[in-house]
């Protein structure tokens, strides 16, 4: 039998919570960890629906990337959004547990998934962070198997990502070699990039006056979009918890998520 406590202590394993930021809310945010779990929902976000299919296809719990509850609670409204959705939750007993910038920064997490959808080569992924300080960072800085376009390398990160859509901020005729990134919102980074020599980056969420600093430091900014650069880890979460429970628990893979953005 396997209990919510269990799935945590793996989760621990795969992201240490210790990487986590200050200002982060990773864990169990909702649930008894003394629950019994047979069919787990690895998602990036907690949505209505999320909670719907969880209740009517008899899970017992979700792992999600983004935290279901991220700053304090004053009141549980069930007619206001958040409320409704906790609800919803603890009424179908689906416990949820969160990974968020523990995972951004774990070893095989979020960035490194990122690096390997864009063609990074692997050999060359090392932490955004000063390398002599930490052995984890939020970001990535590697290196490409050959120098590309911008353009070009700007549209194989599209493909790679399964995106609709990017956008681009051109930092001048420099070619792409060495790539820094960070999934979701990463534009704090793009001065540290630069200064370690990036030719790219790859972020989402980028704002204008991010675009206006990054073409006076003349590196290459590809907004791929917070969801692009982040949902790939779902799938690869879910193979390593059947790696370590999947002979005791049952663990699906929330493929149906989409983008909240359309470009009309």
């Not at 590196?219 to 790939?232: K, L, M, N, S």
């Not at 790696?243 to 470009?263: H, Q, S, T, Y």
Request: hydrophobic content about 45%; some cysteine; glycine content about 10%.
């Amino acid at each position: 039998m396997v209990k919510c406590r269990d799935v945590m202590d793996v989760m621990e394993r795969i992201a240490p919570k210790k990487l986590a930021e200050d200002w982060d809310n990773p864990g169990l945010l909702v649930g008894n960890p003394n629950d019994e779990v047979r069919r787990i929902l690895v998602c990036l976000d907690v949505r209505e629906e999320t909670a719907k299919r969880a209740a009517e296809e008899g899970f017992q719990m979700i792992v999600a990337h983004h935290p279901v509850i991220f700053r304090g609670l004053k009141k549980l409204r069930t007619d206001l959004p958040d409320g409704r959705l906790l609800g919803a939750l603890l009424r179908a007993g689906v416990a949820v547990f969160a990974a968020h910038t523990n995972l951004d920064s774990a070893e095989g997490g979020v960035n490194d998934v990122l690096a390997a959808r864009i063609g990074l080569d692997p050999a060359t992924i090392a932490p955004l962070g000063n390398a002599d300080e930490l052995s984890e960072s939020l970001g990535r800085v590697g290196k490409l198997p050959a120098p590309m376009e911008a353009r070009a390398f700007a549209e194989q990160v599209r493909k790679g990502l399964g995106a609709k859509n990017i956008r681009f901020v051109s930092g001048g005729d420099r070619p792409v070699k060495k790539v820094g990134l960070c999934s979701g919102s990463g534009a704090e980074f793009i001065e540290r990039a630069a200064l370690l020599g990036c030719d790219a980056f790859v972020t989402g969420d980028v704002r204008y006056h991010d675009a206006q600093r990054a073409a006076a430091l003349g590196i290459h900014v590809i907004d791929a979009g917070h969801f692009a650069t982040e949902q790939p880890v779902v799938e690869i979460l879910a193979k390593r918890l059947i790696e370590e429970l999947g002979d005791k628990v049952e663990i699906v893979e929330d493929d149906a998520a989409r983008d909240f953005f359309e470009i009309l």
